[in-house]
């Protein structure tokens, strides 16, 4: 009786291990099936900075709120043509879409990273075009800013490998590796941080709202400045006709279609 209640019990401890085991790996499988079907499509915001309220630099005829604003539809466009990848622009004309206040920068800002949020994003990632505010004619090139290794370093790893693989296309059409004075590293690749912003942790917070309030969500963000419109060679080669900028929407598009290993649709 005593061995047969022992078979007894040890047969369902087996069976109980054997149901646990097949429901873990159901579970587990099911889980990879998710992972796999999320990772098929990849939502990408793309961020044209500036506008007509919250104007960017301008220098002769440059004016930085439109440039950028090309160049993200000529972005749009180019990556749509790879398959797995939804994208969206925070804004779609010259004027800002979150209310036209001067005075709204911080606002407007956050409002974007909302966009994101609200597309469930992948990645924001924010066009500019650059200035040297001492008009400091030799500053030109391309650079990506990208999120300090702080609080959500995987964020830092992903901006800096998705930023690399823009920066390569963007050398493509001629434009040189900013080394920017403001942190000359020579990589182009660069993080700033906050004098005195922190994050939950305590570590030093970036410097760009739009990044660390992505980074707050959860969202990797980078910025990519283009070109100098203070630089001559820029401005004239890079930052001129609408051809120009399809040519510098095309080289981001390919940066993260090559980052994210997107294939062309059939
Ligand atoms: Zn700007």
Redesign the pocket.
């Known amino acids: 009786m005593k061995g047969l209640l022992k078979k007894g019990i040890s047969l369902m401890l087996g069976l109980t291990m054997v149901v646990a085991l097949f429901t873990a790996t159901s579970f587990e499988s099911e889980a990879k099936a998710k992972k796999a079907s999320a990772k098929k499509n990849i939502v990408v915001v793309l961020d044209a900075?500036?506008d007509t309220t919250h104007l960017?630099?301008h220098y002769e005829n440059f004016e930085?709120g439109i440039a950028?604003l090309y160049i993200a539809y000529y972005c749009k466009q180019e990556l749509e043509k790879y398959a797995g990848v939804t994208v969206y622009m925070t804004r779609y004309t010259l004027e800002c879409p979150y209310g036209a206040d001067p005075n709204s920068a911080t606002k407007c800002l956050a409002a974007r990273v909302n966009c994101a949020k609200n597309a469930k994003a992948d990645v924001l990632i924010s066009l500019?075009?650059d200035y040297d505010p001492d008009l400091d004619k030799s500053q030109n090139g391309s650079k990506v800013i990208i999120p300090n290794p702080n609080y959500r370093p995987q964020l830092c790893v992903q901006g800096s490998q998705l930023g690399q693989s823009i920066l390569t296309q963007l050398v493509g059409t001629g434009l040189t590796v900013n080394n920017w004075k403001l942190c000359p590293n020579g990589t182009g690749i660069v993080t700033r941080d906050s004098t005195s912003g922190k994050y939950p942790d305590g570590s030093v917070k970036d410097y760009y709202a739009l990044i660390n309030q992505s980074k707050s969500a959860g969202i990797p963000c980078i910025i990519v400045e283009h070109a100098f419109c203070t630089n001559e060679s820029d401005r004239l080669n890079h930052l001129s006709t609408p051809e120009q900028y399809q040519q510098l929407g095309i080289a981001d598009a390919t940066g993260i279609a090559n980052y994210y290993g997107l294939k062309l649709k059939q």
């Open positions: 900075g500036h960017g630099c930085e950028n500019h075009n």
